[in-house]
T-cell receptor, first 114, second 117 residues
Framework: AQSVTQLDSQVPVFEEAPVELRCNYS??????LFWYVQYPNQGLQLLLK??????LVKGINGFEAEFNKSQTSFHLRKPSVHISDTAEYFC????????????FGTGTQLKVEL | GAVVSQHPSWVICKSGTSVKIECRSL??????MFWYRQFPKQSLMLMAT?????????EQGVEKDKFLINHASLTLSTLTVTSAHPEDSSFYIC?????????????FGPGTRLTVL
């Protein structure tokens, strides 16, 4: 069975500061990893995904994530955040390359302050 | 891009009534759709997998007689919450694999907020 751990439930950060949202996963097989963002009362939007190849993945809105197999991590980073990045961020894992049957972490609330 | 819509976006109903939520893939066909439930400040929990032309597959602990799923066509899946009670109040989100050109990616609807009084 697969699982995802997001240790930080909330991350406050000042505008223009860098941020890292942590994600660790466990799985007995190869995995496919995703980061989604959810704005209040909205569905999820895909930020980026790791399927194979380069371990550094770049996504939308200036976000990037690095897949680290030895540490079973897929941390999300952004060098300079904006007020509009305030949202809930979910890390997800799938053992199915088709992106089916996603298992989500508990989410991290990113709050960007002036 | 692949767009998934949900209707209604929010609904308030009385305890004991049934509520139907629609999930549509607007510009692509989806033989499979997924239904999730999200409690406030919590993650998405997969409830069931909706399969066009066959029965839905429910996750452990989800009452299939309570949450009826019908995948009527390649672009429509419905979730009916039967005899709703206040504990069924939640945010329900559907998703679908994007199909050709969007392999490995699911597209999510905007969600339906259900409040049972």
């Amino acid at each position: 069975a697969q699982s995802v751990t997001q240790l930080d439930s909330q991350v406050p950060v000042f505008e223009e500061a860098p941020v890292e949202l942590r994600c660790n996963y466990s799985s007995s097989v190869s995995v496919y990893l995703f980061w989604y963002v959810q704005y209040p009362n909205q569905g999820l939007q895909l930020l980026l995904k790791y399927l194979s190849g380069s371990t550094l993945v770049k996504g939308i809105n200036g976000f990037e994530a690095e897949f680290n197999k030895s540490q079973t991590s897929f941390h999300l980073r952004k060098p300079s955040v904006h007020i509009s990045d305030t949202a809930e961020y979910f890390c997800a894992v799938s053992e199915d390359g088709g992106g089916n049957k996603l298992t989500f972490g508990t989410g991290t609330q990113l709050k960007v302050e002036l | 891009g692949a767009v998934v819509s949900q209707h209604p976006s929010w609904v308030i109903c009385k305890s004991g009534t049934s509520v139907k939520i629609e999930c549509r893939s607007l510009d692509f066909q989806a033989t499979t759709m997924f239904w999730y439930r999200q409690f406030p400040k919590q993650s998405l929990m997969l409830m069931a997998t909706s399969n066009e032309g066959s029965k839905a597959t429910y996750e452990q602990g989800v009452e299939k007689d309570k949450f009826l799923i019908n995948h009527a066509s390649l672009t429509l899946s419905t979730l009916t919450v039967t005899s709703a009670h206040p504990e069924d109040s939640s945010f329900y989100i559907c998703s679908a694999p994007g199909g050709q050109g969007y392999y490995n990616e699911q597209f999510f609807g905007p969600g339906t907020r259900l409040t049972v009084l």
